[in-house]
């Protein structure tokens, strides 16, 4: 007697050939380890395909490389695309459905090149669309032969991801001390093929182990962060090593949908005592002397504000040429659009620039604060601050309504042409995840401070008038940020 099969679509789709074929093998594996017949082949010579069946499932898999040179891309994969493309995406096109994104990096991550992807995990977690990050836990940096491990920057964005979006943002590491760069040594390789292969068996109503899988990744996360934050943080808010099997669990119902009161969740940097905060120097706060760099350093001495991160944010100095070059390429661009804008870039700061940036080699460097990151209790106090020292801007009186909620200070302190490029936007969503934008706790505002560029590196002029540039760069810093600063306007954003 034939018995019907109950059959289900899946579509892999990835960064180019290599992301989509790859993962359909690890399913094909998962498969075949679950005792179910698989076959695998080359539709039209080149797009991977695989069917899996087992005794009342049949599961038809098909890959696509280099997303939008197809055609028949889904809409909603589209848009969500224009935050940055991942490595690998899983729609069931049956229903439409994204069930979710990987992205992949081997490269070895230190400093802030973690964050640099995290714009794009940001934006299909906005979609509604599920991620997971596989990073080296331990990886050699080729410049000086030394094993390097990630900062947790990454563990803190997707955790205050899951809480805003009530679904699974997942940090999974690879390699180890004694095998670095080994996709096949530490626990994340397989755990990310685990939970692959789980999402399916849950898609089409078949028992697995998905709610485990999530709840030990989580704490594999949790643990990453309570073995760091003591490295990156000077300041950190309320945190119990002993309850990381109590976040774990209340992060684990918020991934299948359950209400957790979310007061009883880390991260809350509205609730940091001053008593915690550091002690500066007065010498330790700002190294370009600009009216509004002067204003936060006074802020910060007078504990209104506070340095988290541990360790100085120091650019990378130019040439005392290349400087002078890119600061008259940003008055130009503003002498352009000055109809538009609050002001005429200054050229008195830019030669403030060269002078007080100046190095003993000779070169420039962009660094106004000594650390790029300022967490104010209050915007209240950064927007007087503001006020106060930046007199030629227009700022709307409905600025007001926020000065109860805490603020952070982002300085881009970079002279380029190209706005927020890598890793700066990634940075910044990171940022402004991570210290509560989207926390219902706190709401922080966000404040992107960018000294040294024009308002036009992040426009284009059009007929009558100027408009955002159409790029992911732009998109992030459209989708994170409240209030920007550049050189010659002060751009009001979209308060939530």
């Not at 010579?45 to 098909?62: C, Q, R, T, Y």
């Not at 493309?85 to 069931?92: A, C, E, N, S, T």
């Not at 000594?370 to 915007?379: L, M, S, T």
């Amino acid at each position: 007697m034939h018995t019907h099969k109950q059959t289900h679509r899946l579509q892999v789709w990835g960064d180019n050939p290599f992301e989509s074929q790859y993962a359909i093998d690890d399913l094909v594996s998962s498969a075949e380890e679950s005792g179910w017949q698989v076959y695998s082949d080359f539709a039209q010579g080149f797009i991977p395909v695989a069917k899996l069946e087992n005794d009342s499932m049949i599961v038809e898999i098909e890959g696509f490389g280099y997303y939008r040179q197809w055609k028949h891309l889904a809409r909603d994969l589209d848009t969500i695309l224009g935050d940055g493309k991942v490595d690998q995406v899983f729609i069931y096109p049956d229903t439409g459905k994204i069930d979710f994104a990987i992205e992949d990096s081997s490269a070895t991550m230190t400093g802030n090149q973690f964050q640099q992807r995290l714009e794009r995990i940001a934006g299909f977690a906005i979609g509604g669309v599920p991620t997971a990050y596989l990073v080296p836990g331990f990886a050699v940096k080729a410049a000086d032969g030394g094993i390097r491990s990630p900062n947790i920057w990454a563990e803190i964005t997707a955790l205050q991801l899951m809480a805003a979006t009530k679904l699974p943002h997942l940090v999974f590491y690879f390699g180890s001390r004694e095998n670095p760069d080994d996709k096949r040594a530490g626990q994340g390789g397989r755990a990310l093929s685990a939970y692959r292969w789980a999402r399916l068996l849950d898609h089409i109503g078949l028992p697995n182990n998905l709610v485990e899988l999530v709840s030990s990744q989580i704490k594999v996360m949790l643990k990453q962060i309570a073995q760091r934050k003591q490295i990156l943080f000077d300041v950190f808010p309320e945190w119990d090593d002993s309850l990381l099997e109590h976040y774990s669990m209340m992060y684990a119902k918020l991934c299948l949908g359950h209400d957790v009161d979310v007061d009883g969740l880390p991260f809350n940097w509205s609730k940091v005592p001053k008593s915690q905060y550091p002690a500066i120097g007065e010498k330790e706060v700002v190294n370009i002397q600009l009216p509004l760099a002067q204003a936060m350093g006074r802020d910060i001495l007078d504990c209104k504000a506070y340095f988290p991160i541990a360790g100085k944010s120091v650019g990378r100095p130019s040439s005392f040429k290349a400087m002078k070059d890119n600061l008259t390429k940003q008055i130009q661009a503003s002498r352009a659009a000055r109809e538009y804008l609050d002001r005429s870039y200054s050229v008195d700061e830019a030669n403030q620039l060269l002078r007080e940036g100046g190095t003993p080699a000779g070169n420039v460097s962009p660094t106004v604060m000594e650390k790029g990151i300022i967490v104010y209790e209050r915007f209240r106090d950064f927007r007087k601050s503001l006020e106060a020292s930046i007199g030629w801007a227009r700022f709307s009186p409905g600025l007001q309504r926020f000065d109860h909620r805490p603020a952070l200070v982002f300085v881009a302190g970079n002279v380029v042409q190209q706005f927020l490029r890598d890793p700066f936007a990634g940075m910044l969503a990171s940022y402004a995840i991570s210290f509560g934008a989207w926390d219902p706790r706190q709401e922080t505002v966000v404040i992107l401070y960018c000294p040294w560029q024009s308002a036009m590196v992040a426009h284009t002029m059009k007929k009558n008038g100027i408009e955002p540039r159409k790029s992911k760069t732009t998109a992030a810093w459209l989708r994170f940020t409240d209030l920007t600063i550049f050189n010659d306007a002060v751009i009001e954003g979209g308060f939530r």
